[in-house]
């Protein structure tokens, strides 16, 4: 076990690196915790890798389900925009445009209800 520090933060407590294992780049902090930095394997069912490439570090799951229909597919279309295999990045787009559009007219026709 190597004494260097290592610039990966503790996922628990955010303290950072202050060793590492050479052959299995395990990472302690200072606290104790000991954490596996390198990607988990690619699981094509339960944590595709089109949806889990977000800057946020969250599946785009955890952030659609919180939308209606409409509103979370467009979002998932947008978010994996050209990073399925064999995805074209403007097919993708429209098909987001496909799904606001649908919504924009789902809320415009209930605020036409509304108003009368």
């Known amino acids: 076990m190597s004494t260097s520090p290592v610039r990966n933060p503790c996922p628990l407590c955010g303290g950072k690196a202050t060793s590492f294992d050479q052959e299995g780049g395990v990472r302690r902090c200072g606290q104790g915790h000991s954490w596996d ?20 570090g969250i599946e785009v799951i955890e952030i659609v389900e919180h939308y209606n229909f409409c509103t979370g597919n467009a979002l998932k279309y947008i978010f994996r925009a050209g990073l399925k295999n064999g995805s074209d990045e403007i097919e993708d787009l429209e098909k987001a445009r ?4 649908r919504e924009i007219k789902r809320r415009e026709e209930a605020r036409n209800l509304t108003a009368t």
Do not use: G
Not at 38 to 48: A, C, E, L, R, T
């Open 37 to 56: 930095p390198s990607p988990p394997p690619h699981d094509p069912v339960n944590h595709p890798q089109h949806y889990t490439s977000t800057p946020f």
């Open 98 to 101: 496909w799904y606001l559009d």
